[in-house]
């Protein structure tokens, strides 16, 4: 089964190409992306007369559309009315992946908030329980996360990018994750406690961002804010680190300001948009 990311890379790629002749009919387009996207999340497992009626759509139109993606090689027919991704797809992503491709978007406006802040700013994933820094900005004459470098990884428990990613897992993924094993203090602040986490990944999810105040290095303060996709999942997180002075925390609403703008673009810059309540 092609999960979400692999979806909505190709999503990027394709359509993204159209888009030099942009369609007549936009609402064509977006039952057709409906559409895809339905048959490559379900990998051939379910009937497409099925696929098409969970969609609302009707029989000619589903196979109208079907028929325009199947000749764009972006589907392929694997068995009587069973639907998988095409070749095409396959060879669109051919040599990319969610990650490069996120790191690509999101650069220069890791950079810009790297600018305005004066901070070091880093984009990050989860990956096997781990954070990810797909990118890193230095800031102007700052000297903190000197020890952070572009696809290195750190422990998620203890940072603030990393308590982002934690807290928009879903519950049962949370609990698989706090019961992998004992966590090791980075300083006399870190929170290693399975519950001291929970709650505190409780109070993340509540303020929509995440604070770091010198628990992965006894001089650095990082602020963190989640990337979302329309469904309000989790992609990645933005943050900014500083060294830490009693005037540090002075700082963090207007920093939280900084990020949660940024987030936003890059949402939007990546294709998402809110979700429509």
Not at 64 to 88: K, N, S
Not at 180 to 198: I, K, N, W, Y
Request: hydrophobic fraction near 40%; glycine fraction near 8%.
């Amino acid at each position: 089964m092609w999960d979400n990311q692999f979806v909505a890379l190709v999503f990027f790629l394709y359509f993204g190409k159209m888009s030099e002749t942009p369609p007549r009919d936009s609402c064509t387009l977006g039952r057709s992306l409906a559409l895809y996207q339905r048959i490559v999340e379900d990998g051939a497992r379910t009937p497409f007369a099925r696929l098409s009626h969970e969609l609302g759509l009707s029989t000619s139109t589903a196979h109208r559309l079907a028929a325009e993606l199947l000749r764009q090689g972006m589907i392929a027919r694997v068995g009587r009315g069973r639907y998988d991704i095409g070749l095409t797809a396959v060879k669109l992503a051919a040599g990319r992946t969610f990650n490069s491709q996120l790191a690509r978007t999101a650069r220069p406006l890791v950079q810009h908030l790297s600018h305005r802040t004066g901070l070091t700013g880093h984009l990050g994933v989860l990956e096997d329980g781990m954070v990810t820094y797909l990118v890193k900005s230095p800031g102007a004459a700052d000297d903190s996360a000197r020890f952070t470098q572009e696809g290195m990884q750190l422990e998620a428990y203890c940072s603030a990018v990393g308590k982002v990613l934690l807290a928009g897992l879903e519950p049962t993924q949370l609990d698989e994750y706090l019961s992998e094993g004992d966590f090791v203090s980075a300083t006399t602040r870190t929170v290693t406690e399975v519950d001291g986490l929970r709650r505190e990944l409780a109070k993340v999810r509540a303020r929509g961002m995440a604070i770091d105040d010198r628990e992965i290095a006894d001089d650095m303060m990082c602020v963190a804010v989640p990337v979302c996709d329309e469904w309000g999942d989790v992609l990645a997180a933005l943050s900014v680190s500083m060294t830490w002075s009693e005037k540090s925390e002075a700082r963090i609403p207007d920093l939280t300001g900084h990020l949660l703008r940024q987030s936003s673009r890059l949402s939007r810059n990546l294709g998402m948009r809110p979700r429509q309540s």
